[in-house]
């Protein structure tokens, strides 16, 4: 589905990663890993079409991004290090307003979905006075509702407590199941058993794998 051909990216003359290359193929849950700094968090921006600060080639079913971007954009759920969330609107508002911007996200689900995240209770509350870990799962409800085959997920389980992270890690896999596909970063060991492939920045910059 994704595939990556020789990317370069460097960061004030320090290069990161350069021919890096791979693919993340329907159904497999790949973990980028790498020390503080290795270029998890620029890989993902730019895999998601947010950093244009690369060399290389991204092809989304089998099609240069550039060229299908409105598609892949469509297609791809992006999670990054800021929760996303806007702290005036309530948990609820806030996923009614990212099921308004994107077609493969399943409003009617939202109130199954805050429960799911631990949420029920809150949704009335403004996200300013709820916690960072809460904030996180306000976001993080956004993957019970979505469609999207792609999703790029940096450090999806930071601020979330041990159970939280059970049950994304189970979403993730059952998005796997279901034919989608998972690239994400995260310090945290993964307890999924499953279709998980890994690929470390320290160890594979400048390689294929
Ligand atoms: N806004 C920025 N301006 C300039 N350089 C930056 C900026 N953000 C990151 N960098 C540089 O890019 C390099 C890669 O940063 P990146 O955030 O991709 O690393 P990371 O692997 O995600 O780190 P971490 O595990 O700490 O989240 C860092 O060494 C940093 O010096």
Redesign the pocket.
């Known amino acids: 589905m994704l595939e990556v051909q020789k990317l370069f990216s460097e960061?004030?003359d320090?290069v990161?990663f350069s021919q890096l290359s791979f693919t993340l193929n329907a159904g497999e849950i790949v973990q980028i890993e790498?020390?503080?700094?290795?270029?998890?968090?620029?890989?993902?921006?730019i895999l998601s079409g947010l950093s244009r600060n690369y060399e290389g080639a991204i092809y989304w079913r089998g099609e240069p991004v550039a060229e299908v971007r409105e598609q892949y954009c469509r297609e791809l759920l992006y999670f990054g290090?800021q929760a996303g969330v806007k702290a005036v609107l309530t948990p609820e508002e806030n996923l009614r307003w990212y099921a308004a911007l994107s077609p493969l996200m399943d409003a009617a689900g939202i109130m199954e979905a805050l429960q799911q995240v631990g949420l029920r209770g809150f949704e009335d509350v403004p996200c300013h006075s709820l916690s960072a870990g809460q904030n996180r799962r306000v976001s993080l409800a956004r993957l019970y509702l979505s469609r999207a085959p792609l999703w790029i997920l940096?450090?999806p389980f930071t601020a979330i407590d041990k159970r939280g992270v059970a049950a994304k890690e189970r979403l993730l896999l059952e998005h796997a199941r279901r034919g989608g596909s998972v690239l994400l970063?995260t310090?945290h060991e993964l307890g999924i058993q499953g279709p998980v492939r890994k690929i470390n920045?320290d160890q594979l910059a400048g390689t294929s794998v």
């Open positions: 960061r004030d320090r990161l790498g020390q503080n700094g290795s270029g998890k968090t620029t890989l993902l921006r290090h940096d450090e970063t310090h920045l």
